[in-house]
């Protein structure tokens, strides 16, 4: 007998790829990654790029090719690029010296200044960060220009995205126009000397460039994958949504237009064969105010309008909102349209969307505008007596900041939530002048100035503003002070004349700020509510914080009478107060009795 086991053939290995060809599903704990009939087409564009290869010139070059036509022909794609740029860029960041020196501080600043305006720097920045959400990226050369009418001969000339490339003579695909060293830093950009799509450039190819130092070269751009060195459209989903908006707007206006256009039809009301012949799709001109007879066993219908839709308002805010959700726009900014917004609501809706430029602020920061001071700083020094006298010698470019332009206040109350902050210490002129994109000490000399008065003058001028004397300063009597005529106290606060003046020329010792004022507020609220029930302890609080004397004997008795329920305290001497019974104040007729 043959024992020997039968000889095993090895399984087919089978490929995750060919299973998925084969629907055969996977054990997988994800529901997306299971593969069926359902959503095999939705993820077959789905890959293992790395960020180069996903980002590949011709990928890039159909993009921005894409991204620039629906921007020039789509209202609603430029407005939300546009409306990105302003609120990035602005005016221009302002820049502000941090050294000892105010004098050497102000001279940088203004030389800085004069030849930003003299090179157009701010809208050149602003073109970038435009290019940066459209075509993915912008580029900036560093370069010499006689023509400039500032001391400072240096220039900033912009350069397009396709511009960047390597040359068809040494192409590239992996760098695509960036030179990298062994440690994978920018080392060079080489830069085609005639734009691809120029018009007498037919093929679009071009061998002539030149070489620039990465030192030389702003590029901005947005990497949102490791290694990636090239970018693509911010509005790069959205490009598919406006193609939709477009389409869906000239369909509804397409079928309201052939609404408008067919007034009426004929329908026959005769059996079949009964009525009189007419021509098919023949036209009849219809007379305003006039009566139309139609042949006999025909009637004739108006054309119902189906368009435009009632969801059509609908559908589109749909779109925008998704559309500029990509660069964290909110729908307000985006179609220009507040209408559905309260206050809160509006205010919720741009609070993410201050986030994003706070991050943008601070990516154009590193990328562009330090970059830019340090190359100007560099050549300014050069220049014989351009520049006073550093006092840090030898540290290079001097510490510095950047403001960029802030927002106005939405509701005044706001005002005075900040008045309380900056009494309160959580918050400082400096900050506050900053979110306003404002220097606040250039501010407070011109509104020193304004008033007449000197700087020192004006802090001084806040400082009383801000913390004013304590209630417990302006309270001058105390709970065992008693009327010099007639000895009587009213809930242990004495009501002499003496005292009456004192309130009158002085101010009761009251709530000192719209944070105490709102305290008592909301306790007045909760007990009138039912919330919170009132007890000695509390009144005791109350009267050291608000500066009235301390809680005097009838007032403890008061509170005790009934229970732990204040009882009023009217004007009685301390021996009917402690008796609980009524010792009126004795009547002018029965004193002169």
């Known amino acids: 007998m043959n024992t020997s086991a039968a000889p095993t053939t090895a399984k087919p290995k089978i490929r995750l790829s060919e299973m998925a060809r084969r629907n055969v599903p996977m054990r997988a704990t994800y529901d997306a990654a299971q593969t069926n ?55 221009g960041p302002t820049l502000q010296v941090l050294t000892k020196d105010e004098d050497y501080n102000q001279a940088i600043e203004t030389k800085f200044n004069q030849w930003a305006i003299a090179v157009r720097a701010f809208s050149k920045l602003w073109q970038m960060a435009f290019a940066e959400i459209q075509d993915g990226e912008a580029f900036g050369l560093l370069v010499n220009n006689p023509k400039i009418r500032d001391v400072v001969k240096l220039d900033l000339r912009l350069v397009e995205a396709d511009q960047v490339s390597s040359p068809f003579s040494a192409l590239n695909q992996k760098t695509d126009g960036i030179i990298f060293d062994d440690f994978g830093n920018p080392a060079g950009y080489t830069v085609l000397k005639e734009h691809p799509g120029e018009l007498f450039n037919t093929l679009g190819l071009s061998s002539d460039y030149d070489t620039f130092r990465a030192d030389h070269v702003l590029h901005l751009f947005k990497s949102e994958r490791p290694g990636q060195t090239r970018g693509v459209p911010h509005i790069t989903p959205a490009l598919p949504l406006f193609a939709l908006l477009r389409r869906f707007t000239l369909a509804v206006v397409s079928a309201a237009e052939t609404a408008a256009n067919l007034a009426g039809i004929l329908k026959s009301t005769a059996p079949a064969g009964d009525p009189e012949e007419v021509e098919a799709l023949e036209t009849i001109e219809i007379i305003r105010n006039m009566l139309l007879t139609v042949p006999q066993g025909w009637d004739m219908s108006q054309f119902k309008a189906e368009q435009p839709q009632t969801t059509y308002e609908m559908f589109k805010r749909a779109l925008i909102s998704e559309a500029a959700r990509c660069i964290g726009q909110p729908y ?139 209630s417990d300063q302006q309270a001058t009597t105390t709970s065992t002070s008693t009327d010099e005529e007639t000895g009587e106290e009213q809930d242990g606060v004495s009501v002499t004349p003496q005292r009456a003046k004192t309130k009158a020329s002085t101010g009761s010792p009251s709530v000192a700020s719209q944070e105490l004022a709102e305290f008592v507020e909301n306790y007045a609220k909760s007990v009138r509510s039912g919330l919170i029930t009132p007890n000695i302890e509390d009144e005791i609080a109350f009267r050291k914080r608000l500066g009235l004397p301390p809680v005097s004997e009838a007032v403890r008795q008061a509170w005790e009478q009934n229970d732990g329920a204040r009882q009023p305290v009217t004007l009685k001497s301390p021996k009917a107060a402690n008796e609980g019974a009524a010792d009126p104040k004795p009547t002018a007729k029965e004193t002169t009795k």
């Not at 609070?351 to 590193?366: C, G, N, V, Y």
């Not at 900041?401 to 206040?409: A, I, K, N, P, Y």
């Open 332 to 470: 307000g900014i985006a179609a220009a349209d507040s209408s559905t917004y309260n206050y809160s609501s509006g205010k919720l809706d741009h609070l993410p969307w201050f986030k994003t430029l706070a991050i943008d602020w601070d990516r154009l920061e590193d990328t562009c505008v330090d970059r830019l001071f340090d190359a100007w700083h560099a050549e300014a020094v050069l220049i014989p007596g351009h520049l006073p006298p550093s006092p840090t010698a030898g540290e290079g470019v001097p510490a510095h900041t950047w403001f960029w332009d802030g927002q106005e206040l939405m509701d005044p109350r706001e005002a005075g939530a900040k008045e309380t902050a900056l009494g309160c210490g959580i918050d400082s002129y400096p900050r506050i002048f900053a979110r306003r994109g404002l220097d606040w000490k250039t501010e407070m000399h011109a509104q020193a100035e304004a008033l007449g008065m000197t700087f020192t003058q004006y802090q001084a001028a806040l400082r009383t503003k801000l913390f004013s004397p304590t």
């Open 37 to 91: 009939d359902d959503n095999m087409r939705h993820w077959s564009a789905a890959d293992d790029m790395s960020a180069n290869a996903a980002h590949n010139p011709e990928i890039r070059r159909i993009l921005r090719r894409r991204a620039r036509y629906e921007v020039s022909n789509n209202c609603i794609a430029k407005g939300i690029v546009a409306t990105k740029a302003d609120y990035v860029v602005g005016t």
